[in-house]
């Protein structure tokens, strides 16, 4: 189909009177009207009758389109646009297809006809806002028209103790925490977005924060640490107690409250990772009628809850996969998570046996961004796309791009756009999936920057990480060295970052740093056009700044390994003003996305100037070999 049809300065926009005005018809006129605006149409909506003299785009819900909901047909002819739709879902795909012609293409769009439909129903992205960082309201808006335009219908912001309860200030207070009006107002522009906002409260085991609150610590399955696996980290209590009398009173009370701020009919309760069980206050039950029966009791009665109050229970599926013979017990209303992070990740085997249970369920493979600072993309594309395969494969009902946020959370969202834009394609159409488009489209539709280098730094950061040569599960080098807790905490997230100078040469750490450095100078080459494009390059500069020193913690330690004082004391002073000046630098940074403080983002900032001035090493080169480097399994 040869041509292009070539906008007016001036034109119409038709769409059928039966739109719901106020939360389809106006916010789906709006949104293309600006787009065309940018490149010099003034887009009038009218509706009613289809006959106008200016008449260029019309939206026509007819059968014709293609069958699934969300399916389409984006037609350019001589005379103008034609949009065929089944369902609202089918509108707003087309119209975010059609913004993105115009982006691409201007006002001379190129003649087409399209046929298109997704491949999962439901598309997701789990933004992690527990673990140090808390959005802004503006931010969270911002996230959400970017995921809009990636198609994306589904939001959730994963919650242990981060919503402004109002019995608990004093477990959030520290934190900072959505408050209910900000819920309200990002549901209601969710909404106009076409994307469901889910509630999600985890209920049962990650509730650390709250079990350390007095009031609330006899809820606790344990009462005190614990040692992890290996020895090497503790285990904090996180785990409710399921037969304790004030546990279930406990979930209603938070269940009240926050329920209500979310027009959801979803609702994610959590239930992953419930370490405790079966060592306190239940052993003797668990021992009795078994760990995996008194999980699924206890996961009924919160099904119980959650459908008395006209939702739909979704859940984490990792500890059901350890008692798939449990399976038929759990209604088949419950959707069911199935999560993984690492790129051999058997998605193919538990969606199988999900399938095999009639029980709806979605894959949840992650950004992998957690634990890196910068990424590690190698790893995160492979298990995006694997995901996509085997919830394709399985009839998955929804894939959930999970964005976690462990030791701190330091990286920024600017890190995390590359494997959403991935999660999102991979979900629409795997078929078409094409990763040389990366770099255009989010320079084009996120950073807002002609030059492509923001993008192209950022890419190339996510494999730099391959230059040490060690591949570790959800960490890099560059991510947990900076971040390594203080050894007498025996924290468990970036708990190696002090041993790794010992098991990585000096010349594959210079090697990583070499390519870090090439990439910032790349980055430095970015002229984002807009406000917003400049942060995320800020960002994007802040947490590379944070990574680089990774390499040059890792050569002190070394120099102070074998002895070379002068050369640690060099390393020492250059390191100690940079994080310094990193310390102010991400502080000024912060208050202009998040909510709260740096506390607990990057209290590991002072840590690693204490280690500096204090100039001995936490662990000797014997204590830290520890076991070797495993195979890249993204290679």
């Given at each position: 189909?040869?041509?292009?049809?070539?906008?007016?300065?001036?034109?119409?926009l038709?769409?059928p009177?039966?739109?719901?005005?106020?939360?389809?018809?106006?916010?789906?006129a709006?949104?293309?009207?600006?787009?065309?605006r940018?490149?010099?149409?003034?887009?009038?909506?009218?509706?009613?009758?289809?006959?106008?003299?200016?008449?260029?785009?019309?939206?026509?819900?007819?059968?014709?389109?293609?069958?699934?909901?969300?399916?389409y047909?984006?037609?350019?002819?001589?005379?103008?646009?034609?949009?065929l739709?089944?369902?609202?879902?089918?509108?707003?795909?087309?119209?975010?297809?059609?913004?993105?012609?115009?982006?691409?293409?201007?006002?001379?769009?190129?003649?087409?006809?399209?046929?298109?439909?997704?491949?999962?129903?439901?598309?997701?992205?789990?933004?992690?806002?527990?673990?140090?960082?808390?959005?802004?309201?503006?931010?969270?808006?911002?996230?959400?028209?970017?995921?809009?335009?990636?198609?994306?219908?589904?939001?959730?912001?994963y919650?242990?103790?981060?919503?402004?309860?109002?019995?608990?200030?004093?477990?959030?207070?520290?934190?900072?925490?959505l408050t209910?009006?900000?819920?309200?107002?990002?549901?209601?522009?969710?909404?106009?977005?076409?994307?469901?906002?889910?509630?999600?409260?985890?209920?049962?085991?990650?509730?650390?924060?709250?079990?350390?609150?007095?009031?609330?610590?006899?809820?606790?399955?344990?009462?005190?640490?614990?040692?992890?696996?290996?020895?090497?980290?503790?285990?904090?209590?996180?785990?409710?107690?399921?037969?304790?009398p004030?546990?279930?009173?406990?979930?209603?009370?938070?269940?009240?409250e926050?329920?209500?701020?979310?027009?959801?009919?979803?609702?994610?309760?959590?239930?992953?990772?419930?370490?405790?069980?079966g060592?306190?206050?239940?052993?003797?039950?668990?021992?009795?009628?078994?760990?995996?029966q008194?999980?699924?009791?206890?996961?009924?009665?919160?099904?119980?809850?959650v459908?008395?109050?006209?939702?739909?229970?979704m859940?984490?599926?990792d500890?059901?996969?350890?008692?798939?013979?449990?399976?038929?017990q759990?209604?088949k209303?419950?959707?069911?998570?199935?999560?993984?992070?690492?790129?051999?990740?058997?998605?193919?085997?538990?969606?199988?046996?999900?399938?095999?249970?009639?029980?709806?369920?979605?894959?949840c493979?992650?950004?992998?961004?957690?634990?890196?600072l910068?990424?590690?993309?190698?790893?995160?594309?492979?298990?995006?796309?694997?995901?996509?395969?085997?919830?394709?494969?399985?009839?998955?009902?929804?894939?959930?791009?999970?964005?976690w946020?462990?030791?701190?959370?330091p990286?920024?969202?600017?890190?995390?756009?590359?494997?959403?834009?991935v999660?999102?394609?991979?979900?629409?159409?795997?078929?078409?999936?094409?990763?040389?488009?990366?770099?255009?489209?989010?320079?084009?539709?996120v950073?807002?920057?002609?030059?492509?280098?923001?993008?192209?730094?950022?890419?190339?950061?996510?494999?730099?990480?391959?230059?040490?040569?060690?591949?570790?599960p959800?960490?890099?080098?560059?991510?947990?060295?900076?971040?390594?807790?203080?050894?007498?905490?025996?924290?468990?997230?970036?708990?190696?970052?002090?041993?790794?100078?010992?098991?990585?040469?000096?010349?594959?750490?210079?090697?990583?740093r070499?390519?870090?450095?090439?990439?910032?100078?790349v980055?430095?080459?970015?002229?984002?056009?807009?406000?917003?494009?400049?942060?995320l390059?800020?960002?994007?500069?802040?947490?590379?700044?944070?990574?680089?020193?990774?390499?040059?913690?890792?050569?002190?330690?070394?120099?102070?390994?074998?002895?070379?004082?002068?050369?640690?004391?060099?390393?020492?002073?250059?390191?100690?003003?940079?994080?310094?000046?990193?310390?102010?630098?991400?502080?000024?940074?912060?208050?202009?996305?998040?909510?709260?403080?740096?506390?607990?983002?990057?209290?590991?900032?002072?840590?690693?100037?204490?280690d500096?001035?204090?100039?001995?090493l936490?662990?000797?080169?014997?204590?830290?070999?520890?076991?070797?480097?495993?195979?890249?399994?993204?290679?």
């Open positions: 189909m040869p041509g292009v049809f070539e906008l007016a300065r001036q034109a119409v038709h769409l009177a039966s739109l719901p005005r106020d939360t389809l018809m106006l916010p789906l709006s949104r293309l009207a600006a787009e065309a940018a490149v010099g149409v003034d887009l009038q909506l009218v509706t009613g009758p289809e006959q106008h003299p200016q008449l260029a785009i019309r939206a026509i819900q007819s059968r014709q389109a293609p069958a699934p909901p969300e399916g047909r984006l037609e350019v002819g001589g005379q103008g646009v034609t949009l739709f089944r369902d609202p879902a089918g509108l707003r795909a087309g119209v975010a297809t059609l913004r993105q012609l115009l982006r691409q293409y201007g006002r001379r769009l190129p003649r087409l006809r399209i046929d298109d439909h997704p491949d999962f129903p439901r598309r997701g992205v789990m933004l992690d806002i527990s673990r140090g960082r808390v959005p802004k309201l503006e931010t969270l808006m911002e996230l959400a028209e970017h995921l809009a335009r990636f198609k994306i219908n589904e939001l959730q912001l919650t242990e103790h981060t919503f402004a309860y109002r019995n608990y200030e004093p477990v959030w207070r520290e934190w900072g925490a209910g009006e900000e819920i309200l107002r990002l549901d209601a522009r969710c909404r106009e977005l076409g994307i469901d906002l889910v509630p999600n409260q985890n209920s049962f085991g990650h509730l650390r924060y709250w079990l350390e609150y007095p009031p609330l610590r006899k809820l606790a399955e344990v009462s005190e640490p614990y040692e992890g696996t290996g020895g090497t980290f503790l285990r904090y209590p996180s785990t409710l107690a399921p037969r304790h004030g546990t279930l009173p406990f979930i209603r009370e938070l269940y009240d926050l329920l209500p701020h979310f027009t959801s009919g979803r609702f994610n309760v959590g239930c992953d990772e419930t370490w405790d069980l060592r306190g206050q239940s052993k003797a039950w668990c021992e009795r009628r078994g760990k995996g008194v999980y699924v009791d206890f996961l009924l009665e919160i099904h119980r809850e459908t008395s109050r006209n939702r739909q229970m859940f984490w599926g500890i059901i996969m350890n008692h798939p013979e449990l399976l038929p759990l209604p209303d419950i959707i069911a998570l199935n999560w993984g992070y690492e790129a051999n990740h058997p998605f193919e085997k538990e969606a199988g046996l999900f399938a095999q249970s009639r029980m709806p369920f979605y894959v493979p992650g950004t992998s961004t957690w634990m890196t910068i990424g590690r993309h190698d790893n995160g594309f492979v298990n995006l796309r694997r995901g996509a395969e085997a919830g394709l494969k399985h009839g998955a009902g929804g894939y959930l791009n999970t964005d946020g462990d030791g701190g959370h990286q920024p969202l600017a890190v995390s756009y590359l494997p959403y834009l999660g999102a394609s991979v979900s629409w159409c795997l078929r078409s999936f094409d990763e040389a488009l990366l770099v255009p489209v989010l320079s084009r539709d950073f807002e920057d002609p030059t492509q280098n923001a993008v192209r730094a950022a890419l190339a950061m996510g494999f730099a990480h391959r230059k040490f040569q060690y591949f570790s959800n960490i890099t080098p560059f991510g947990t060295v900076i971040a390594a807790p203080l050894p007498r905490t025996r924290e468990l997230m970036c708990r190696d970052g002090l041993k790794l100078y010992a098991r990585i040469p000096a010349d594959r750490i210079c090697a990583a070499d390519e870090l450095n090439k990439q910032r100078a980055l430095s080459r970015a002229r984002p056009s807009s406000p917003a494009g400049a942060m390059v800020r960002e994007l500069e802040l947490a590379s700044r944070m990574a680089l020193e990774s390499c040059r913690i890792m050569l002190w330690q070394q120099a102070l390994a074998v002895g070379e004082a002068a050369s640690a004391r060099k390393l020492a002073r250059a390191g100690l003003r940079e994080l310094e000046r990193l310390d102010e630098d991400f502080r000024r940074y912060w208050p202009m996305r998040n909510k709260g403080t740096t506390a607990r983002s990057t209290p590991f900032l002072r840590w690693r100037m204490d500096y001035r204090k100039g001995k936490h662990f000797s080169p014997e204590a830290a070999q520890g076991v070797a480097a495993k195979p890249n399994p993204a290679a």
